[in-house]
């Protein structure tokens, strides 16, 4: 059986993981050296310098681009570097298309660091008929988050690369939030797909990463080349560690969805929730499309609590089990107000332009038993 057609749960053990030639070691060797002894000048084994190249995390990129099915992936330092070298890699002066609800990290570096270089317009990409509008503008890239961070707006990536293809417009998918399991960009059609793999890639709370697969080499050498020239390589320990957590992705990520729907529907029955946002429940604005594109929903959910900011704190200082945290995508649960957590650079109008209200919070939902996390819930909503 050929490599391409393992199956995604044999992919995350094996792709890249041959045992080590010396040895025989089943696990990959941690080459924690940052340079490479050459037999003569520029006659080396392939590795001058690890900020280029590291033979573990060489290991991890063959394994990221097995599992988004592509022909190249490159690992950084985190994923907001990542996002960084994507942008770095555009011409001076592009106009970007981004979409209105994304990570406030995303749209920090976009609107304080990356406005002063390109120029970018914040839209619902849900709106197909605004998205196309855009287009015919034939921006540099479009910018999108599917399910969107916090409030889990989906966009149809077949639809918008279709559209963007007829504008020869690139398209990237940020797609955190789904992980390579439950989702393959690449394959409905987007150019680049990318991850933060702090969050359900690694699973363990204990890495900060990111990572980028495409089939475009020309791309992919800019990017690679940046990174060599910018700076922002993951340490050899780290894509290690990447490594050991990916071998679970397809058991941990069905569990997180496992768990979320039952949170979900306890959440969208309970009468001090205004109201539930999880793309597997039916009244998800964009369900029809999330079955369609997705291959399962996630672990990440949304709501609104009944009340003011107030009730909202004292609601997440009350809950024991959901740790309160930024972050997402690990075993454990996790909870936070996005708000004054993760979207704080966010400023209140464009948040609440947006439905990103005061009284929203956010669920990483883990993989702990589910009546434990549903009783920890009831809980803190005993006190609200
Ligand atoms: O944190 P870092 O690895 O640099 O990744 C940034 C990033 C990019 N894209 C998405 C969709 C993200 O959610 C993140 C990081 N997000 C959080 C830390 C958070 O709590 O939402």
Redesign the pocket.
């Known amino acids: 059986m050929k490599k391409n057609d393992w199956n995604f749960a044999t992919k995350v053990i094996h792709a890249g993981g041959e045992a080590d030639k010396e040895t025989g070691a089943i696990m990959p060797p941690i080459y924690q050296t940052s340079t490479y002894v050459q037999s003569s000048p520029g006659k080396h084994k392939g590795y001058e310098y690890t900020r280029s190249h590291n033979p573990t995390r060489s290991r991890l990129e063959e394994n990221l681009a097995a599992l988004e099915n592509a022909k190249y992936a490159l690992v950084s330092a ?4 990542m ?1 960084d070298l994507i942008m770095h890699s555009l011409p001076t002066g592009s106009n970007i298309l981004c979409g209105d609800d ?5 749209y920090r570096l976009f609107t304080t660091v990356f406005n002063k270089q390109h120029n970018y317009t914040f839209l619902d990409t849900t709106d197909l008929k605004s998205v196309e509008k855009h287009l015919k503008t034939k921006p540099e890239l479009i910018w999108l ?1 599917t399910p969107t ?2 409030l889990l707006k989906i966009s149809d990536i077949v639809a918008i690369s279709k559209l963007a293809k007829k504008y020869k417009v690139k398209v990237v998918v ?1 797609n ?2 789904m992980s390579p399991y439950f989702q393959n960009p690449l394959d409905l059609g987007a150019d680049v797909v ?6 359900f890639i690694n699973g363990h709370s204990d890495v ?3 990572c980028m697969m495409t089939n475009n080499k020309s791309f992919y050498d800019k990017v690679w080349t940046l990174q060599n020239s910018i700076g922002p390589s993951q340490s050899p320990f780290d894509s290690w560690l990447v490594l050991r957590g990916i071998k679970t992705l397809a058991i941990r990520m069905e569990a997180h969805q496992k768990n979320a729907m039952k949170v979900a529907k306890f959440l969208e029955t309970h009468s001090k929730v205004e109201r539930v946002v999880y793309p597997g429940l039916k009244s998800h604005p964009q369900h029809r499309i999330a079955k369609k594109q997705m291959h399962g929903f996630g672990g990440m959910i949304t709501f609104f609590l009944k009340g003011d900011i107030k009730k909202s704190k004292k609601f997440l200082e009350k809950v024991k089990l959901f740790a309160l945290a ?3 995508g690990g075993v454990e649960s996790l909870i ?1 107000h ?1 708000a004054i ?2 979207h704080a650079s966010v400023p209140k109008d464009v948040r609440e332009s947006i439905g990103l209200y005061d009284n929203l919070i ?1 669920l990483s939902v883990g993989i702990e038993h589910v009546d434990d996390l549903i009783a920890d819930l009831e809980k803190a909503f005993s006190f609200v």
Request: overall charge negative.
């Open positions: 985190s994923g907001l570097s996002i994304v990570y406030g990290g995303t988050e961070n916090p940020d955190t939030f990318m991850h933060s793999m702090t969050k900060v990463g990111g930024e972050s997402l936070e996005p957590m993760t956010r």
